[in-house]
């Protein structure tokens, strides 16, 4: 399904069938739902044929689950722009961190009011972190504490100083307003830092950085 006309900036979304979120989304003039998924394995299939900005993937779905779902996703560079929102009814779940190493963008409860599901959505097409970060701290404590760093962290050495710092400082659950404080810098050249670090490292989103950050023991989880 091609973005109507009229709508040429409209973010699209795909969305799994159990979400209840459609009609929601149609009512709103700059997103289009091109596509609703009966299953995890017909979620990946839209995904491929539409490129959305947005998948909205549940956690518990038939066929293949929302982790394996969104792991196809993430690893098919065709569908480098499309943003995994996982969505789940058990908040900070064991299922949580490991949709987010699978390549989600972040995650939302299913029962979240609907002006914060909508901001939601067009905050995961801007690629900023879709986590509050009290949730991601949160989600750190935790999760990542059980989890041991990888090896393969060679990619840290393409970046700067400044940059290594930015990655540490949104490890630790920071915004770009927060991380230009810590830096003494502008909050324009925060972000710049970790834009540059989310290129160089080749990860989709702030979510991923949290991640990186600790399964490569850049940053190491309170009490460690």
């Known amino acids: 399904m091609a973005v109507p006309a009229g709508h040429p ?3 699209t979304v795909i969305a799994s069938i159990r979400s209840g979120f459609h009609a929601l989304l149609d009512a709103e ?8 998924a009966a299953d995890g394995r017909d979620g990946v299939a839209l995904a491929q044929r539409h490129l959305p900005d947005v998948a909205l ?3 518990q779905m038939p066929v293949v689950d929302g982790i394996e779902a969104t792991r196809r996703i993430a690893a098919d560079p065709a ?3 499309v943003h995994v929102v996982i969505l789940t009814n058990y908040g900070l779940d064991e299922y949580v961190f490991d949709a987010l190493r699978a390549g989600a963008a972040g995650f939302l409860v299913k029962d979240i009011q609907p002006e ?4 939601a959505i067009r905050v995961a097409v801007r690629g900023d972190a879709l986590l509050a970060p009290s949730i991601t701290r949160k989600l750190i404590d935790r999760y990542v504490i059980q989890t041991p760093p990888r090896s393969d962290t060679g990619a840290l050495a393409l970046l700067t100083a400044r940059e290594r710092e930015a990655v540490a400082l949104a490890g630790h659950g920071l915004s770009n307003t927060e991380i230009a404080e810590r830096m003494v810098i502008t909050a324009v050249t925060a972000k710049t830092h970790v834009n540059r670090a989310m290129a160089k490292l080749h990860v989709r989103d702030r979510a991923q950085f949290v991640v990186l950050a ?3 023991g850049l940053v190491v989880p309170r009490g460690h």
């Open 29 to 36: 003039d700059d997103i289009v739902v091109v596509g609703e």
């Open 79 to 81: 569908l480098a722009g």
């Open 9 to 11: 900036e409209a973010i």
């Open 57 to 59: 993937i549940d956690i």
């Open 214 to 216: 600790y399964e490569s």
């Open 116 to 119: 914060d599901f909508l901001h």
